[in-house]
């Protein structure tokens, strides 16, 4: 009896084989630390489908960043468009984020390797470029939740970093500790307490002014 050929990947699975492969290995070993002929064996195909989708390996991580951040920032944006009050956006956020930090760690490690190394490291990335947009996004929100009565005590700037900080510190300190659970009551906790702060008041305890300047 004839053995019958596997079908042939599409082209859409092969390039994902390839970025998933390099996630698994730029947030283990580094950019530096890992080889084109790695990625191409984890994922299972040869070097010329990986030059077919990409130019280098500094292109391959380029792209594969660049993913991640869409992925965030296009999250935000859909909760931001589709969840009415400000208390509900953030903590649709915050657990969003959570179960991204938890179902692929790697992902956090990535982000942590781009924005945490020194500038003479790996690729050159507009990573101001890349934060900002998701950044951006979290100051529309607070600065809505301010015309709306739902927030005070600062701008919209200080709000967002306060709220990032927070979010993103538990974030961090999960991928040290991947036995911690991110859990959902836990960010709804989190907006909670923020809220207690920066929640709308006659005659707020602060009035927070950022003191970073965002192009």
């Given at each position: 009896m004839a053995t019958v050929a596997p079908a042939p990947k599409t082209v859409n699975e092969a390039e994902s084989k390839l970025?998933?492969?390099a996630l698994t290995l730029f947030s283990e070993k580094g950019y530096e630390g890992t080889s084109i002929r790695e990625i191409i064996?984890?994922?299972?195909?040869t070097r010329p489908v990986l030059y077919y989708y990409f130019e280098n390996k500094e292109d391959l991580f380029r792209r594969l960043v660049e993913i991640k951040f869409t992925e965030f920032t296009n999250q935000i944006e859909a909760i931001k468009s589709s969840v009415p009050t400000c208390a509900d956006r953030l903590k649709a956020i915050i657990r969003k984020e959570f179960v991204i930090a938890e179902r692929s760690p790697e992902t956090v490690?990535?982000?942590?390797?781009?924005?945490?190394?020194?500038p003479?490291?790996?690729p050159r990335l507009d990573k101001t470029r890349l934060a900002h947009a998701r950044f951006r996004l979290l100051e529309d929100i607070m600065r809505d939740g301010l015309e709306r009565n739902e927030l005070s005590g600062g701008?919209?700037?200080?709000?967002?970093?306060?709220?990032?900080?927070i979010m993103d510190m538990h974030i961090m300190a999960k991928s040290n500790r991947p036995e911690t659970r991110l859990t959902p009551d836990l960010a709804d906790g989190l907006v909670?307490?923020?809220l207690a702060g920066a929640g709308f008041r006659e005659a707020p305890v602060t009035a927070l002014v950022s003191p970073y300047t965002f192009g």
């Open positions: 970025l998933e492969s064996e984890g994922a299972g195909v490690r990535l982000i942590l390797q781009v924005f945490f190394s020194l003479q490291q790996g701008d919209a700037q200080s709000l967002a970093l306060v709220f990032l900080g909670d307490l923020f």
